[in-house]
C-alpha cells in the first residue's frame, strides 16, 4: 500500500529564513511519481513539481529547490529566503504507477507560517 | 489561464438530503477526479472517471456517492443521502493525461452537513 508520512505538522518561520519540508513516502511500485502541491489560505490545490523514481536529480527553481533521495524514501522541500505569502498547507503526495491515470496518496500536510 | 472551476463554493444541507457539486474541468482534459478533504486532515482520493466511466474508486466512494459528466463540460458528484461524516471540502481534478500526477484542482467545495 501506498504511504506518505509528512512528520512535521506546524512549521514556523521569520521572513527571509530557508525552510526544509520532509517528505518520506513507501510503495512497492517500482516505477512511481512525488509531488508537492500547496494550499494556500483561499483553499485550493497548486501543483508544485512532480519528480518521477528514476530521476533523482536535484532541482533549484528560484527559491524552491526539492532534495530526492531514493535511498532513505525521502522527498523533501526547501524554501529559501522564505517570505509571507509562503505561508501555506504544503502537501506531498505519491501516485500509484507509470499510467496516465494514476490516483494520488497525500501526506497530512504541513502547515507553515511565515513572520514578517 | 485554463482553469477548473467549482460550484458551489459551499453549500449547507441537512443530513439525508441529496447534494449535487458540480465542476468544469479544463477543457482539453480527459481524466477526471474527485477528492475531499476532512477539515485539518489529508487529502483523500475518492474517484476517477475516463471515457465515460469510473476508472478507479476508493472505499469511501459507497453507494451514497456517483459521478457523471452529463454533457461535454461538467463533470458532477452526487451523494444521495448524505451524511454527518460526508462534512469536507470536496476538490475536482482534471488532467490531459500527458504528465502524471499534474493535475489541476479547483478550488474546492466546502459540504457542512448538519
Known amino acids: 500500500a501506498q504511504k506518505v508520512t509528512q512528520a512535521q505538522t506546524e512549521i514556523s518561520v521569520v521572513e527571509k529564513e530557508d525552510v526544509t519540508l520532509d517528505c518520506v513516502y513507501e510503495?512497492?511500485?517500482?516505477?512511481?511519481?512525488l509531488f508537492w502541491y500547496k494550499q494556500p489560505p483561499s483553499g485550493e490545490l497548486v501543483f508544485l513539481i512532480r519528480r518521477n523514481s528514476f530521476d533523482e536529480q536535484n532541482e533549484i527553481s528560484g527559491r524552491y529547490s526539492w532534495n530526492f533521495q531514493k535511498s532513505t524514501s525521502s522527498f523533501n522541500f526547501t524554501i529559501t529566503a522564505s517570505q509571507v505569502v509562503d505561508s501555506a498547507v504544503y502537501f506531498c503526495a505519491l501516485s500509484d504507477g507509470p499510467g496516465a491515470n494514476s490516483k494520488l496518496t497525500f501526506g497530512k500536510g504541513i502547515t507553515l507560517s511565515v513572520r514578517p | 489561464e485554463p482553469e477548473v472551476t467549482q460550484t458551489p463554493s459551499h453549500q449547507v444541507t441537512q443530513m439525508g438530503q441529496e447534494v449535487i457539486l458540480r465542476c468544469v474541468p479544463i477543457s482539453n482534459h480527459l481524466y477526471f477526479y474527485w477528492y475531499r478533504q476532512i477539515l485539518g486532515q489529508k487529502v483523500e482520493f475518492l474517484v476517477s472517471f475516463y471515457n465515460n466511466e469510473i476508472s478507479e474508486k476508493s472505499e469511501i466512494f459507497d453507494d451514497q456517492f456517483s459521478v457523471e459528466r452529463p454533457d461535454g463540460s461538467n463533470f458532477t458528484l452526487k451523494i444521495r443521502s448524505t451524511k454527518l461524516e460526508d462534512s469536507a471540502m470536496y476538490f475536482c481534478?482534471?488532467?490531459?493525461?500527458?504528465?502524471?500526477?499534474?493535475?489541476?484542482f479547483g478550488e474546492g467545495s466546502r459540504l457542512t452537513v448538519l
Open positions: 481534478a482534471s488532467g490531459s493525461g500527458r504528465n502524471t500526477g499534474e493535475l489541476f
Open positions: 510503495t512497492r511500485d517500482t516505477t512511481y511519481y
